[in-house]
């Protein structure tokens, strides 16, 4: 099992680009999630999937578009990317939702000029 | 709303000594709570859980004790080693819903 799997590793963009952050799991996991982690801050919550077709907004979904067409890919859009979002992205998921252990890829630092 | 917060920043302890880091939360309804890792430049790794119907759980040289009356949960590293220095986080769902919060979290560093 590869596990969860997120691409690219860094990324830098422009104030008003777009792009797309891949995220993937191996482990016919049910539920999926999206964090953001800035320096000082525990991770706040984007977006979640508790299944194929079925997406939510978290904490903090402003400025952010997730789509859930299969139960292995959870890519994360940024649609007109802002300074303030800056951070490192992580992608989670577990087998269940709710009360079940999430699994965490390796991040990716997004950097906006 | 609903909240999960570690006690202290940061944490310097000993090598070979024992290290507590503590973790408070608000909603007492709250059933599961999980104990991550995170080594610099890597995303968060599973260390222990434990649920509502529990005091202690005993992993490998881990052992999370929840205390439900002060809304209040521990994690206890055995024998602290060099590799055990990274940043600790407490997470829990949010009640009702799929939802987790995590704590800000709190760096242990070990000092040979």
């Known amino acids: 099992n590869a596990g969860v799997t997120q691409t690219p590793k860094f990324q830098v963009l422009k104030t008003g680009q777009s792009m797309t952050l891949q995220c993937a799991q191996d482990?016919?996991?049910?539920?999926m999630s999206w964090y953001r982690q800035d320096p000082g801050m525990g991770l706040r919550l984007i977006h979640y999937?508790?299944?194929?077709?079925?997406?939510d907004q978290g904490e903090v979904p402003n400025g952010y578009n997730v789509s859930r067409s299969t139960t292995e890919d959870f890519p994360l859009r940024l649609l007109s990317a802002a300074p303030s979002q800056t951070s490192v992205y992580f992608c989670?998921?577990?087998?269940?939702?709710?009360?079940?252990?999430?699994?965490f890829g390796p991040g990716t630092r997004l950097t906006v000029l | 709303g609903e909240s999960v917060g570690l006690h202290l920043p940061t944490l310097s302890v000993q090598e070979g000594d024992n290290s507590i880091i503590n973790c408070a939360y608000s909603?007492?309804?709250?059933?599961?709570f999980i104990w991550y890792k995170q080594e610099s430049g890597k995303g968060p790794q599973f260390i222990i859980d434990?649920?509502?119907?529990?005091d202690k759980r005993q992993g490998q040289r881990v052992t999370v004790l929840l205390n439900k009356t002060v809304k209040h949960l521990s994690l206890q590293i055995a024998a602290t080693q060099p590799g055990d220095s990274a940043v600790y986080f407490c997470?829990?769902?949010?009640?009702?819903?799929?939802?987790?919060?995590f704590g800000t979290g709190t760096r242990l560093k070990v000092l040979a």
């Open positions: 999937s508790v299944g194929a077709g079925i997406t």
């Open positions: 997470a829990a769902p949010t009640s009702g819903t799929y939802k987790y919060i």
């Open positions: 989670a998921s577990s087998y269940a939702a709710g009360a079940d252990t999430q699994y």
């Open positions: 482990m016919n996991h049910e539920y």
């Open positions: 434990i649920r509502s119907n529990m």
């Open positions: 909603n007492s309804a709250s059933d599961y």
